[in-house]
C-alpha cells in the first residue's frame, strides 16, 4: 500500500510539472529580441528603400544595358541579348518577389487590424507599382497566388499579362481601391515608415493617379482607355510639380549612397556611354550630357564618345580611354540623385502621348514641353533658351510627336533604364541599335526570361508559361506590346 501510495504521489507530481511546462512553454521559448509581428511602418519603410535601392542599381546595370544608354565594356554577355546570362546586373525577379511578399503582409495587417488601416491604401498602391513594373519586363507571371507566404502556395500558378492588369485585384484595381483607402481614412493614427512622402496621404493619391495614367497608357493598344484618362486628367489629382515626385534621396556616403558608388572601379568603369545615347543626345545639342556622362580621357576639348552596343569582348577590346564613363552623379555624387517611383515630368509625357493620340482633350504641345522643362529640372540642368524652339521643338503631329515625347522620355529615365526599354517595346522610339555581336540573331528582346530557379523550383507551372512563350523565348510580345 506505501508503494502504491508513493507511485500515485509521483504520478501527480510528474503530471503537475508537465502541466507547468507546458502552459509557459510559448511563453519561454518565445526570443523577446525576436517578435513574432513586425510593426506595418517597419515593413512599409523596407520595401520602399529596398525595392528602390536595388531596382535603381539594376535599372542602372541591366535596364540601361537594352535602353542603350550604356553599353559594356567586358563581362557583356547581358548586353550581347543573352539575357539569361546576369552579370553585374540583370536578375530583378527576386527583388520583384522579396518585396511584393512583404508588402503583402503590409495589407493584410491593415485588414486585420483596424489600428493598421491607414497602411491599406499606400500597400495596395505599391502593390500596383510592383506588380505592374513585374509583368511589363516578363509578362504572364505568378501573381493572385503568389506573395501570401505560408498562408498560399510555394508552387503559383502564371497568370496572364491581361488579367494582372484588369482583373479584380490586379494593378488597376488596386490603384482604385488604395485611393479610395485613402480618402476614407478617418483615424487619428498617423503613416509612419514612409520615405516617399513623409506620411502625406494626399500625397500617395497623387502618386496613385499618375500610375493609374501609366498603366492605363501602357495597355492603350488593348483595350479603350480615352474616358478614364479624360476623367483622371479634368479631375487634375496626379502628380503635378517635381516637389510632389515619388522619389527618396541617396546619400554621398555609405549606407545609403547610390549602390554603383560602393562598385570596384573596375566593375564601374565597365559601363560606358552608349552610341544610341550619344547621338541622341548631340543632336539635341543637349547639356545634360555633361551631367549624365565624362568627357573620355582620350579627348583634348572635353568631348564625348559612345560605343555600340553589344560588343564580342573576346574579339575586340575596346579601350577604356576612349569613351565616356557615367557621370560624377552616378559614383562620387549621390547624393544629388534619387531613387525614382514617379516624377511629374513622367506624368507630363504621359499625358501629352495621350493627348497626342486623342486619349484626351489637351494641349499635348504644352504638356510636352513642361514635361521637358521638369526633366531638366530634375537633373539639375538649366534649360537652354532655345532648346525647345530649334533643339528639341514639338513634332508635327502624329509619330514625328510621338517620337520626341518618348525620346525626351527616355532621357530622362537613365535612372530607370528598364522603363526606356520597355517603351520602346510600346512605341518603338527611340529607335535603338543593332548590336555589334548579338547573340540574338540581331533582334532586340521584346521580354526578360524566366529565372531558372523557376523551372527547378516551380516546374509544372514553369512549363505551362513557357509554353505560352515558345520555350521561355525573349522575343515573345507581352500582351499590350504594340508588336503582337
Known sequence: MKNTNKIITALIFTLVMVTSCTKDFEEINTNPNQPLS???????????YDYGEQMSYEGFTAGNLLGQYTTALDFNLFDRHDLKSPQLGGNPWPIFFQNLRDNESVIQLSLQNETFAVYEGPSRI????????????????????????????????YDSQETIYTAEDGILDNLNKGIAALENYSGSISLEGDILFNGDLESWIKFANSLRIKSLLRISNRTDVATELQTIFNAGDFIDENTENAIFNFTDGEPNNFRLARLRIGDFNNFVLSETMEEVLVDFDDPRIETLFRPFSNSDSGEFNGLLNGI????????????????????????????????????????????ERG????????????????????????????????????????DASIQQIITQKWIANIINGYEGWIEYRRTGFPHLKTLSASLNNDIIPVRMPYPAEEEALNSVNYADAASRTDGNSINVPVWWDNNK
Not at 513586425?38 to 520602399?48: E, N
Not at 557621370?327 to 515630368?345: C, H, K, P, V, Y
Not at 524652339?389 to 508635327?396: D, Q, V
Request: net charge negative.
Open 38 to 48: 513586425v510593426q506595418p511602418s517597419l515593413l512599409l519603410r523596407q520595401v520602399i
Open 126 to 157: 505599391l502593390k500596383a507599382y510592383m506588380a505592374a513594373a513585374l509583368t511589363d519586363l516578363f509578362g504572364d507571371v505568378p501573381y493572385f497566388e503568389a506573395f501570401r507566404g505560408k498562408e498560399g502556395t510555394v508552387t503559383p500558378a
Open 312 to 355: 564580342d569582348a573576346t574579339q575586340n577590346a575596346a579601350i577604356l580611354s576612349d569613351f565616356s564613363l557615367a557621370g560624377t552623379i552616378f559614383r562620387e555624387n549621390t547624393g544629388q540623385l534619387d531613387a525614382n517611383f514617379m516624377t511629374s515630368w513622367e506624368t507630363h509625357f504621359l499625358l501629352a502621348e495621350a493627348a
Open 359 to 398: 486619349f484626351i482633350t489637351a494641349d499635348a504641345q504644352q504638356l510636352y514641353e513642361m514635361g521637358v522643362t521638369q526633366a531638366f529640372e530634375y537633373w539639375q540642368v538649366g534649360l537652354p533658351a532655345d532648346y525647345l524652339t530649334n533643339s528639341a521643338p514639338y513634332g508635327a503631329g502624329g
